[in-house]
């Protein structure tokens, strides 16, 4: 069974800094990875995905993440931090399989970040 | 735009109570599914629906059940609620067939069990 670990469950950083959320991931097969975005007293939504290609993919405000299958990552990065990216952020992974089952996505255990001015 | 409605923001119930969570999404998507999410533990599947009365046990299934008598509604059942099933939870809908396709979330019902 796949499952996801997020490092650090806060983060802080100053705004105009460089945001890092890291995720790792296990499966015994190529995955697709997600990462989504909560803001308060929403639910989430997506901000990235990578499913197959080119292994850097950019997202929505700015955040992009890195497949590295050798080191089985898959972190969120965003050069400069603003005052809205304050919120909680989830890596997900979804296994492609035939079965109903495959629809499934396994989520971190999300990593809420506080922005300082 | 997906629009996934949940039919409460807030809830407050007792030990023992029987309780219904509705989700309502707009988009005639098949898969619907019902996440909890609590501090540090992510969010975690309890059930899934991949078509009209078809449902699947998730990751967390005891203690909850599940209804989809039409396509754009699933509801969420605490035969008897607890209070260790005080938490956040959340419906989604994505469309099948297509792994690319993203879940789409309502906002959440945070259910308060006493």
């Known amino acids: 069974a796949q499952s996801v670990t997020q490092l650090g469950s806060h983060v802080s950083v100053s705004e105009g800094a460089l945001v890092l959320l890291r995720c790792n991931y296990s499966s015994s097969v190529p995955p697709y990875l997600f990462w989504y975005v909560q803001y308060p007293n929403q639910g989430l939504q997506l901000l990235l995905k990578y499913t197959t290609g080119a292994t850097l993919v950019k997202g929505i405000n700015g955040f992009e993440a890195e497949f590295k299958k050798s080191e089985t990552s898959f972190h969120l990065t965003k050069p400069s931090a603003h005052m809205s990216d304050a919120a909680e952020y989830f890596c997900a992974v979804r296994i492609p399989m035939i079965k109903a089952a495959g629809n499934k996505l396994t989520f971190g255990g999300g990593t809420r970040v506080l922005v300082k001015p | 735009d997906v629009k996934v409605t949940q039919s409460s923001r807030y809830l407050v119930k007792r030990t023992g109570e029987k309780v219904f969570l509705e989700c309502v999404q707009d988009?005639?998507?098949?898969?619907m599914f019902w996440y909890r999410q609590d501090p540090g533990l992510g969010l975690r599947l309890i059930y899934f629906?991949?078509?009209?009365?078809?449902?699947e046990k998730g990751d967390i299934p005891e203690g909850y059940s599940v209804s989809r008598e039409k396509k754009e509604r699933f509801s969420l059942i605490l035969e008897s609620a607890s209070t260790n099933q005080t938490s956040m939870y959340l419906c989604?809908?994505?469309?099948?067939?297509?792994?690319?396709?993203?879940?789409?979330f309502g906002n959440g019902t945070r259910l308060t069990v006493t």
């Open positions: 989604a809908s994505r469309l099948s067939g297509d792994y690319n396709s993203p879940l789409h």
């Open positions: 629906s991949y078509d009209v009365k078809m449902k």
């Open positions: 988009m005639d998507h098949e898969n």
